[in-house]
């Protein structure tokens, strides 16, 4: 068992409404499956650790316990073009770069 993981499932799972069904539809698996990952009872694969990660739009690292950042403060960028990702990167260091001269 993974320290907090159910946790962190169940919490994005109520975030984007999804039942426990949709997610194991979603990927691929039976809802008994995700229940027993909620309740801590299964640990999943690597392989279903990454479906649920593309599915959150989060990092492995934040459902392992490892990365702390929350992620709905993770950008998606899903259907904008390279140029326009390259635009949000500067604009956002340069936020950054008048937040330490501020």
Do not use: W
């Not at 801590?40 to 479906?51: C, D, F, K, Q, Y």
């Amino acid at each position: 068992m993974i320290n907090g993981l159910s946790e962190r499932l169940q919490l994005l799972r109520s975030k984007y409404n999804f039942s426990q069904k949709d997610v194991a539809d979603r990927i691929g698996i039976s809802s008994s499956v995700i229940s027993g990952y909620e309740t801590g009872e299964r640990t999943p694969s690597t392989e279903v650790l990454l479906s649920l990660s593309y599915l959150y739009k989060c990092s492995t690292d934040y459902l392992l316990g490892k990365d702390k950042d929350c992620p709905h403060l993770l950008l998606d960028t899903e259907g904008l073009s390279n140029e326009q990702i390259h635009a949000l990167q500067i604009l956002i260091k340069t936020i950054r770069q008048g937040n330490e001269s501020g």
